[in-house]
């Protein structure tokens, strides 16, 4: 209890940071607006920047409550590694789970911590995009499929797809202190989990994650706002 009582309150200082210091363009797509209700999953595209949780001021008060108490969420080993981030994101996050970004043990621990009360927060591109839209290695950003094998396991609730604008305009990697009073924004797609699967049904001959990613990235290339 103590544990969601901080990352609630974490949430809520993040919350109010971001209404004092930026301006939020919030778009909805689809015809499911304003109901954060049923909502199991999230998919969080075009990651740019450490700084992100400022998108906690698109949530309602309430979803971010339901957040603390049942968010379990893959992190990156090395970034939860870090003195002062990873300590952030584990107060945030009582459940971020450590995982090294390949297909070992630390990933099927984190997949066997899917259950029915959970709500499943992914980055599906697993790094983060650079100023020159490369990852770290010079590799160009795309989703991977671990998203995929998380919807083999969901049959009922919602998906949430949230489109970042991007946020290297605040603080791209390698910078420390964000900048201020900047105008970010992202547009927020709800669907059933269950109309989302049954559309790949109909994709003959393209194995399910396979056609989840494909997806995806359609999605991170056309729906992304612009600032």
Same mark, same amino acid.
């Given at each position: 209890?103590?544990?969601? *009582?901080?990352?609630?309150? *974490?949430?809520?200082?993040?919350?109010?940071?971001?209404?004092?210091?930026?301006?939020?363009?919030?778009?909805?797509?689809?015809?499911?607006?304003?109901?954060?209700?049923?909502?199991?999953?999230?998919?969080?595209?075009?990651?740019?920047? *450490?700084?992100? $949780?400022?998108?906690?001021? &698109?949530?309602?008060?309430?979803?971010?409550?339901?957040?603390?108490?049942?968010?379990?969420?893959?992190? &990156?080993?090395?970034?939860?590694? %870090?003195?002062?981030?990873?300590?952030?994101?584990?107060?945030?996050?009582?459940?971020?789970?450590?995982?090294?970004?390949?297909?070992?043990?630390?990933?099927?621990?984190?997949?066997?911590?899917?259950?029915?009360?959970?709500?499943?927060?992914?980055? $599906?591109?697993?790094?983060?995009? %650079? +100023?020159?839209?490369?990852?770290?290695?010079?590799?160009?950003?795309?989703?991977?499929?671990?998203?995929?094998?998380?919807?083999?396991?969901?049959?009922?609730?919602?998906?949430?797809? &949230?489109?970042?604008? +991007? *946020?290297?305009?605040?603080?791209?990697? +390698?910078?420390?202190?964000? %900048?201020?009073?900047?105008?970010?924004?992202?547009?927020?797609?709800?669907?059933?989990?269950?109309?989302?699967?049954?559309?790949?049904?109909?994709?003959?001959?393209?194995?399910?994650?396979?056609?989840?990613?494909?997806?995806?990235?359609?999605?991170?290339?056309?729906?992304?706002?612009?600032?």
């Amino acid at each position: 209890m103590m544990r969601t *009582l901080i990352s609630f309150i *974490l949430m809520l200082w993040l919350k109010l940071l971001a209404k004092c210091f930026y301006t939020l363009k919030l778009e909805w797509i689809g015809p499911i607006k304003n109901d954060f209700s049923q909502i199991r999953l999230i998919i969080f595209l075009n990651h740019t920047s *450490l700084y992100e $949780p400022i998108y906690a001021d &698109a949530a309602p008060v309430s979803f971010l409550y339901q957040m603390a108490k049942k968010m379990v969420a893959p992190a &990156a080993d090395v970034t939860m590694n %870090r003195p002062l981030v990873g300590l952030f994101f584990k107060l945030l996050g009582p459940k971020f789970v450590p995982i090294t970004r390949k297909r070992d043990k630390t990933w099927f621990h984190f997949l066997k911590l899917i259950k029915e009360r959970h709500i499943i927060l992914i980055l $599906p591109e697993g790094r983060m995009m %650079r +100023g020159n839209g490369l990852d770290k290695h010079g590799k160009p950003m795309d989703v991977r499929s671990g998203v995929a094998e998380i919807l083999e396991q969901m049959d009922d609730g919602r998906v949430m797809i &949230a489109y970042s604008g +991007g *946020l290297h305009h605040v603080q791209h990697p +390698g910078q420390f202190f964000p %900048r201020v009073f900047k105008k970010i924004a992202m547009n927020i797609e709800i669907m059933e989990i269950s109309a989302y699967k049954n559309q790949f049904e109909q994709t003959t001959g393209i194995p399910f994650r396979k056609a989840v990613v494909a997806d995806l990235n359609h999605r991170l290339k056309t729906n992304c706002p612009k600032l």
